[in-house]
């Protein structure tokens, strides 16, 4: 598959999608939005890939927003098929897990990117921000609701209203992101982290988000029954017998997904 805003490259299991429209700090136009939402089925659907590395081109930015043109462009009409909204869906409950490797800039549809995504590291220039208050909008990709849960009711609060940015140490303190790297390092640290997760067992690791997502979408009861039946579901697996075995036997695990 190829996108014209996007370079994409697979190796090992790991999809890396780069964000490629340098003469515009990579904002997001329409087009960009509807090659995320394919990506999103790729990743789905394509057994090649196991796990998927998000980050932008260039030295300044991840996505320094949506593109100005696509906001102007917009009618009441578009805005209701929730293209951004449902590309960013599929991001985020992909079963595969997915990393943000934040180079930059995290404006608006960045922000909200970098969001759905399961894991956020940044490079130490990174900044982060969810303007659209001052464009007389919102955000509207699930920045509202996804930052909400990451960070706590006030600190979105504030970071919405006042559209203030805010830089990679306090995104680390927020928990926005996890880790902060050297630019230079930034990809290499994300490829660190793929690798651990591809040593997991992939049901497991499936399973796992679905879990974690009931958590901050329903009440405690429901999420624990899930979390029950899937640790049932897992106890019966041939990954689960890989894992003990190996473990017993000191090797690395090979799991099969089965």
Not at 33 to 48: A, C, P, S, V, Y
Not at 202 to 212: D, G, Q, R, T, Y
Not at 223 to 241: K, N, T
Request: proline fraction near 2%; charged fraction near 25%.
């Amino acid at each position: 598959m190829k996108f014209k805003n996007f370079l994409l490259s697979i190796e090992n299991g790991v999809a890396v999608l780069t964000v490629n429209r340098p003469e515009a700090l990579n904002a997001l136009n329409e087009e960009s939005w509807k090659e995320i939402d394919r990506f999103g089925d790729m990743l789905e659907q394509d057994d090649k890939i196991k796990l998927a590395i998000i980050t932008g081109s260039g030295e300044k930015a991840f996505v320094s927003g949506a593109d100005i043109n696509f906001l102007k462009a917009r009618t009441s009409v578009l805005a209701l098929e929730g293209l951004a909204t449902n590309a960013l869906a599929k991001i985020e409950r992909s079963s595969k897990a997915t990393i943000a490797a934040v180079n930059g800039y995290a404006f608006g549809g960045g922000c909200e990117l970098a969001l759905a995504c399961d894991i956020r590291i940044a490079s130490e220039n990174a900044q982060f921000a969810l303007p659209e208050l001052g464009l007389g909008i919102l955000p509207g990709a699930g920045g509202t609701q996804r930052l909400t849960k990451l960070v706590g009711l006030g600190r979105a609060k504030e970071m919405i209203l006042t559209s203030r940015r805010i830089k990679v140490e306090e995104a680390l303190q927020y928990g926005l992101v996890t880790q902060v790297v050297s630019l230079e390092k930034l990809i290499e640290t994300a490829q660190e982290i793929a690798k651990k997760i591809l040593s997991k067992g992939p049901v497991a690791v499936k399973l796992a988000k679905k879990c974690m997502a009931a958590a901050v979408s329903t009440d405690q009861d429901a999420g624990m029954l899930l979390e029950l039946l899937s640790y049932s579901v897992l106890i019966s697996s041939e990954d689960r017998m890989e894992g003990v075995n190996s473990f017993l036997e000191k090797r690395p695990a090979n799991f099969q997904g089965k």
